[in-house]
C-alpha cells in the first residue's frame, strides 16, 4: 500500500472491554513497532517485530496486552479489560530492513476508555 | 524508562531564527534519527545519523553527535511558522534488538 495503515483512527469503549487495533504496514517490510503516546508526552516502546525473529515484547505495559504480526504483514494489538489508563494514541510504525532505516508511521489510533 | 531525554520541553521563536534541540540517550547506539510530529499524529523522518558520523545536513537541517557524551542536536536554520511541530530523536539501540526508542520530545512553536 500507500503507507501504514491503521485503524480504527479512533475507539471510545467502555472501562473492562477488550479492544483489537489494527496496523497493516507498508507491503514488504519486514520490522514493525507499536508505541503507545499519551497526552503531550513521548512514544513509549511497546513491542517490536522483525522478521521471523520471536517479538521483542519488553515494552508491553501488563498481561492484559498482546500483539500478533500474521503472515509477517498485519499487526493486531489486543488490549483485555481496558482501563482508564489505557486512554492514549497508539502508533504503529513499519521499516524495510533490519538496521539503519527509517520508520514510516501510521496515523494512529486514539483510545479513550470511559 | 525513555532512552532519550530532550531538552528543552518547548521552545519559542520568532520566524528567521534558528532553534536548536537537544537530546541525551544513555546505551550505546548503532543510529540516532530525528523525527517531527504535527497534531499528536504519525511521524515523520527528517534524518538519520549513524554512529560513525559526527554531523550531517539537510536543507536547513543540521544534525550532530557527540556519542563520548551519548549526546545529539537539531538545529533548524531560518525557521518558519510551518516548522512548528514536536521534535522527536530516536536511538537504533546496539545490542538489544536493534529496535527504535523514542526520547521525550520538544515542542517547538515559530511566531509569523
Known amino acids: 500500500g500507500a503507507g501504514v495503515s491503521q485503524s480504527p483512527s479512533n475507539k471510545v469503549t467502555e472501562k473492562g472491554k477488550d479492544v483489537e487495533l489494527r496496523c497493516d504496514p507498508i507491503?514488504?517490510?519486514?520490522?514493525l513497532y507499536w508505541y503507545r503516546q499519551s497526552l503531550g508526552q513521548g512514544l513509549e516502546f511497546l513491542i517490536y517485530?522483525?522478521?521471523?525473529?520471536?517479538?521483542?515484547k519488553s515494552g508491553l505495559p501488563s498481561d492484559r496486552f498482546s500483539a500478533e504480526r500474521t503472515g509477517g504483514s498485519v499487526s493486531t494489538l489486543t488490549i483485555q479489560r481496558t482501563q482508564q489508563e489505557d486512554s492514549a494514541v497508539y502508533l504503529c510504525?513499519?521499516?524495510?530492513?533490519?538496521?539503519?532505516?527509517?520508520?514510516?508511521f501510521g496515523q494512529g489510533t486514539r483510545l479513550t476508555v470511559v | 524508562s525513555q532512552q532519550g531525554e530532550e531538552d528543552p520541553q518547548a521552545l519559542s521563536i520568532q520566524e528567521g531564527e534558528n532553534a536548536t534541540m537537544n537530546c541525551s540517550y544513555k546505551?550505546?547506539?548503532?543510529?540516532l534519527q530525528w523525527y517531527r510530529q504535527n497534531s499528536g499524529r504519525g511521524l515523520v523522518h527528517l534524518i538519520l545519523?549513524?554512529?560513525?558520523?559526527r554531523e550531517k545536513h539537510s536543507g536547513r537541517l543540521r544534525v550532530t553527535l557527540d556519542t563520548s557524551k551519548k549526546s545529539s542536536s537539531l538545529l533548524i536554520t531560518a525557521s518558519r511558522a510551518a516548522d512548528t511541530a514536536s521534535y522527536f530523536c530516536?536511538?537504533?539501540?546496539?545490542?538489544?534488538?536493534?529496535?527504535?526508542?523514542f526520547g521525550t520530545g520538544t515542542r517547538l512553536q515559530v511566531f509569523p
Open positions: 510504525a513499519s521499516s524495510p530492513s533490519r538496521q539503519g532505516t527509517e520508520a514510516f
Open positions: 507491503s514488504g517490510h519486514t520490522a
Open positions: 517485530f522483525q522478521g521471523n525473529s520471536a517479538p521483542d
Open positions: 546505551t550505546s547506539i548503532n543510529n
Open positions: 545519523i549513524r554512529s560513525n558520523e
Open positions: 530516536a536511538t537504533e539501540l546496539m545490542y538489544n534488538t536493534d529496535k527504535l526508542i
